[in-house]
């Protein structure tokens, strides 16, 4: 069973500029679910997609957005960078035909805003 | 109050002891309810499961109290593996996303 892929692993951008974080789920599963982990706090859930269409969105401003593909892999894009948004970014996918909560986590992409 | 508090530590032990951590949740009509583990720059691991009063696995014991909305993470005879941080989480309104408290550290020391 192929697990959560996240790419880059590491970035490093300016305030103002745009970025893309790409996920690919684990094998099987239809949901992708976003969250932001600043340094010292647990995760914020960003939103979640659910066959390709936005399903839940916690409290974070428009300038982030996502997709899904029809394989189920997710991008998660930033616009118009600032400082606070030097986070791990967090990608868990999930099965939720099956009702179930359990939610496989990547490795995260680390993304540093100067 | 926040969706999901938790004491945020550290909690420094020796090996061999046991430590618990409390954790409160604000919406009562929760039904499942979650711990995970997260070494440090890693990403959170699934460690238990609690969907009743309480779920037991090995040296690891998750109790739910819904009528005063905590759960408590007991882990006995502590190992130095046991470091990281510990969260505790609960499923949004949606059912299908989780809130996460900040997490509780652990360091087991020798």
């Known amino acids: 069973e192929t697990g959560v892929t996240q790419s880059p692993t590491h970035l490093i951008k300016t305030r103002g500029q745009q970025v893309t974080l790409r996920c690919s789920s684990q094998s099987g599963h239809n949901t992708v679910s976003w969250y932001q982990q600043a340094l010292g706090q647990g995760p914020q859930f960003i939103f979640q997609?659910?066959?390709?269409?936005?399903?839940g969105r916690g409290n974070f401003p428009p300038r982030f957005s996502g997709l899904q593909f029809p394989n189920y892999s997710s991008e998660l894009n930033v616009n118009a960078l600032e400082l606070d948004d030097s986070a791990l970014y967090l990608c868990?996918?999930?099965?939720?035909?099956?009702?179930?909560?359990?939610?496989?986590f990547g490795p995260g992409t680390r993304l540093t805003v100067l | 109050r926040k969706e999901v508090e938790q004491d945020p530590g550290p909690f420094n032990v020796p090996e061999g002891a046991t430590v618990a951590f409390n954790c409160t949740y604000s919406n009562s009509a929760s039904q499942s309810f979650f711990w995970y583990r997260q070494d440090c720059r890693k990403e959170p691991k699934l460690l238990m499961s609690v969907y009743s009063s309480g779920n037991e696995d090995g040296r690891f014991t998750a109790q739910l109290n819904r009528a005063s909305q905590y759960i408590s993470l007991l882990i006995r005879d502590s190992k130095l593996s046991d470091s990281a941080t510990y969260l505790c989480v609960v499923p949004r309104d949606s059912g299908y996303a989780l809130n996460f408290g900040k997490g509780t550290s652990l360091l087991v020391t020798p």
């Open positions: 997609y659910y066959r390709e269409e936005e399903n």
């Open positions: 868990a996918s999930s099965a939720r035909d099956r009702g179930y909560n359990e939610q496989f």
